[in-house]
T-cell receptor
Framework: QKEVEQDPGPLSVPEGAIVSLNCTYSNSAFQYFMWYRQYSRKGPELLMY????GNKEDGRFTAQVDKSSKYISLFIRDSQPSDSATYLC???????????FGSGTRLSIRP | EPEVTQTPSHQVTQMGQEVILRCVPISNHLYFYWYRQILGQKVEFLVSFYNNEISEKSEIFDDQFSVERPDGSNFTLKIRSTKLEDSAMYFC???????????FGEGSWLTVV
C-alpha cells in the first residue's frame, strides 16, 4: 500500500463549480498536512497547511483533515480557469524532516 | 516575499558527466531539501540537510549524489556521473525552524543525453 494515495485525474469542471480534491494515507503518525499547486514545469507552490484534524479556510480554498479516516480534502469554491493546475497533497510526521507527496491531481477549469 | 532560488533553470549534460545544481534557500531557514520529479511522475524526496549534515535520505540518493552547504547561503546537489535516468526536474526547498511548511524553488531541469 502506498503511503499517500491521490487520484491522478484528470478532473475537468466548468468555471464557477466547486472542486473537491482528496488524498488518503496509511501512516497514522502523519500530523502535518499540506496542499501545493503546481503549474507545468514549475515548482510546487504552497496553498494550505493544516496541523492534525480539522478545517482551515483561506479565501476560496478550504482544507479538511479527518485523521480517524486518514483522509484529507481540498475544496475550491467559485473555480476559475487560472486554478487549472496539478494539485499535490503532502504530509509529514513529527519525527521526520521530509514531506511525502501524493502523485497529484490534474485539474482543468473550463471557461 | 522571500523565495528559494535555483540555478541553472535548465542544463543539458552528457552521460557520465558531473553536474552541480545550486540553490539559495530562504535566509534564516534551517532545514534544506532536494526533491526530484521525473516528467509526468510524482515529486520524490531525495535528501534533507540540517545543522551541516544529512538528516535523512531516500534510496534514490545513492553514492552518485552528494550535497553541500559551502557557505552561509548556498546549498548544492552534485551528481557525480550522470545517467540517462537522472533526467528530471530537481527542486530545492527550505523550512524554518519554527514552521512546519516547506517552500520550494522553481526547479532545475536536467536533461542527460
Amino acid at each position: 500500500q502506498k503511503e499517500v494515495e491521490q487520484d491522478p485525474g484528470p478532473l475537468s469542471v466548468p468555471e464557477g463549480a466547486i472542486v473537491s480534491l482528496n488524498c488518503t494515507y496509511s501512516n497514522s503518525a502523519f500530523q502535518y498536512f499540506m496542499w501545493y499547486r503546481q503549474y507545468s514545469r514549475k515548482g510546487p507552490e504552497l496553498l494550505m497547511y493544516t496541523y492534525s484534524s480539522g478545517n482551515k479556510e483561506d479565501g476560496r480554498f478550504t482544507a479538511q483533515v479527518d485523521k480517524s479516516s486518514k483522509y484529507i480534502s481540498l475544496f475550491i469554491r467559485d473555480s476559475q480557469p487560472s486554478d487549472s493546475a496539478t494539485y499535490l497533497c503532502a504530509m509529514r510526521d513529527s519525527s521526520a524532516s521530509k514531506i511525502i507527496f501524493g502523485s497529484g491531481t490534474r485539474l482543468s477549469i473550463r471557461p | 516575499e522571500p523565495e528559494v532560488t535555483q540555478t541553472p533553470s535548465h542544463q543539458v549534460t552528457q552521460m557520465g558527466q558531473e553536474v552541480i545544481l545550486r540553490c539559495v534557500p530562504i535566509s534564516n531557514h534551517l532545514y534544506f531539501y532536494w526533491y526530484r520529479q521525473i516528467l509526468g511522475q510524482k515529486v520524490e524526496f531525495l535528501v534533507s540537510f540540517y545543522n551541516n549534515e544529512i538528516s535523512e535520505k531516500s534510496e534514490i540518493f545513492d553514492d552518485q549524489f552528494s550535497v553541500e552547504r559551502p557557505d552561509g547561503s548556498n546549498f548544492t546537489l552534485k551528481i557525480r556521473s550522470t545517467k540517462l535516468e537522472d533526467s528530471a526536474m530537481y527542486f530545492c526547498a527550505s523550512r524554518s525552524g519554527s514552521e512546519n511548511t516547506i517552500y520550494f524553488g522553481e526547479g532545475s531541469w536536467l536533461t542527460v543525453v
